[in-house]
């Protein structure tokens, strides 16, 4: 059996720096704690906490006082640096730079717009952590768009300013700037501003592809992952035959049968070690599968 690994998935950028900072700040031995699952796999948060990385949330945040925290790739709002502040926190700053420019963008829109003028317009899943921290740079006005069709609650005769969440979508993107420019009205002005990361949008031919040339497609995704669930459905979409897994002990000698090619791949959250794992599964079932047909009586 042919297994291969797409070389293009794993960790973005903004994931591999997060991950290497807190490597770094717990290999000095001071206790590190990260607002969030720094990463959205289980596993890989799992190997980060036995290094000594504490996972934890807002409220538990608003009680610490003079400790080191490490805020992840996603980003966050002005009001948790605000209370980092007032806390004495030492901030590791993880907030992937493609976010963080994004930030500064909706920010400066926000401060020259007036509350009756414009409509700032974030496309991105409500309350995922990235949007949180968008919509926070508008003191909570702007609004969130989660899927294409929900386009048309938008008032057509203000201004409308159209952001971006950097993992969604390119192609639904699209579907929203056209449906605007078709139904903005002369009195107003439509401004969009492509803010997805290419780190992910140029996943998605090049995914589409490896999931056509394998009989079998293995997504390897943790459950919170919003990109997971993305690139997972578009390998769906061209090879039926792909099974999302979170785990390599998901993968059962079921799925192997009469399979001469496996790819395996993942989303941006997906460590390349998880990946691997899921590989070495599959050989140790197809060599036990081999080894069983070679000789069917077990050797007696």
């Not at 797409?6 to 031995?29: H, M, P, Q, Y």
């Not at 497609?217 to 099974?243: A, D």
């Not at 049968?257 to 794992?277: D, Q, R």
């Amino acid at each position: 059996m042919k297994v291969e690994i797409d070389e293009g998935s794993g960790f973005c950028f903004g994931v591999t720096r997060a991950i290497r900072l807190a490597e770094e700040e717990l290999a000095k031995g001071d206790a590190l704690y990260c607002l969030g699952d720094i990463v959205h796999n289980d596993q890989e948060c799992e190997r980060l906490k036995k290094l000594g990385l504490i996972t934890i949330d807002h409220a538990q945040l608003a009680e610490l006082r003079h400790v080191k925290v490490l805020f992840r790739a996603h980003g966050e709002p002005p009001e948790t640096y605000q209370l980092a502040q007032r806390n004495d926190v030492q901030l590791i700053d993880a907030t992937c730079p493609v976010v963080l420019r994004l930030q500064k963008r909706i920010k400066s829109q926000h401060d020259r717009s007036t509350s009756a003028g414009k409509q700032i317009v974030i496309y991105g899943k409500n309350g995922h952590a990235e949007v949180l921290g968008l919509v926070g740079q508008t003191e909570g006005e702007a609004i969130v768009l989660e899927h294409p069709e929900e386009v048309k609650k938008l008032d057509f005769d203000r201004d409308i300013r159209l952001y971006s969440q950097t993992t969604k979508s390119l192609e639904e993107y699209w579907q929203i700037i056209d449906y605007i420019q078709t139904h903005i009205s002369p009195a107003a002005t439509f401004e969009y501003h492509d803010t997805i990361c290419r780190q992910v949008a140029n996943r998605m031919p090049r995914l589409r592809a490896f999931a056509r040339n394998h009989e079998l497609l293995i997504f390897v995704s943790g459950e919170k992952s919003s990109n997971g669930r993305i690139l997972y459905q578009e390998c769906k979409n061209v090879n039926p035959n792909t099974h999302l897994i979170s785990q390599p002990e998901e993968i059962g000698s079921e799925l192997l049968e009469g399979i001469a090619t496996v790819g395996i791949c993942g989303a941006t959250s997906t460590p390349a070690w998880l990946m691997e794992a899921c590989r070495n599964r599959i050989l140790e079932l197809d060599a036990a599968s081999s080894l069983s047909a070679a000789d069917p009586l077990g050797g007696s």
